[in-house]
């Protein structure tokens, strides 16, 4: 799988970045050295061509996915991403931050493998997973932080909402924010609330 990958300066964690549908893998690096400058960066492709661009999985809908798609790409991103980790050398627990279609494959490699996953930002991306996916456990006390824009048009309150109560009763710690002013799109007030909240990360669970 094609991949940008920046091992972190000394002692610092990473950010695995899933970037959205008809994305790539450049997409959330600009962010990333925004809001977590010094982290390290493993940013995949998705493996599925849509759009011009690529996808984590295929959907009937906007943040409606195929079971049997999202099922098999679950498995091949985590064995991946694992794999990229390892030959960067790193051991200790990442931060997955993802937007829209990629912040759902940030959510489900949470609940499926916990042990490559300490952290999880969910950038206008808080739709509802399949109920066997949350079944999988990993969510339990998992960080989790929830931004969303007040008028996007593909992600609406409603749907954040949803999404934060079924994260929450998976058992995730879920803080949220919406930009009221906010549309389908990393904002200004969403940098600045990440990298306060990735910095709590860092000493809170990172470092013990």
């Known amino acids: ?26 997409d959330l690096v600009g962010v990333a050295e925004a809001v977590a400058p010094g982290w390290g960066i493993i940013a995949p492709r998705g493996p599925e061509a849509e759009g011009g661009g690529h996808a984590w999985f295929t959907h009937h809908a906007i943040g409606v996915p195929v079971i049997e798609s999202l099922d098999v790409r679950l498995g091949e991103t985590a064995e ?18 993802g937007f829209s279609n990629g912040g759902m494959m940030a959510g489900a490699l949470a609940c499926a493998r916990p042990d490559l996953v300490g952290g999880v930002a969910l950038l206008c991306s808080a739709y509802p997973l399949p109920p066997h996916i949350y079944a999988m456990g990993g969510l339990a006390t998992m960080p989790m932080v929830a931004l969303s824009g007040g008028a996007d048009p593909f992600h609406s ?22 930009d ?23 000493s809170d669970v990172f470092r013990g």
């Not at 929450?168 to 919406?178: N, Q, Y």
């Open 180 to 202: 009221t002013a906010g549309t389908h799109s990393v904002t200004p007030e969403h940098v600045r609330i990440l990298r306060k909240w990735l910095e709590g990360w860092e």
């Open 1 to 26: 799988m094609t991949a940008v990958v920046r091992p972190p300066d000394d002692g610092r964690p990473t950010l695995l970045l899933l970037h959205g549908r008809g994305g790539g893998e450049h």
């Open 157 to 178: 309150p409603d749907v954040h909402a949803a999404g934060v109560a079924a994260y929450r009763a998976a058992g995730a710690c879920v803080s949220e924010t919406i």
């Open 80 to 97: 991946v991403v694992a794999g990229l980790a390892a030959d960067a050398g790193v051991t200790g627990p990442m931060v997955v931050m």
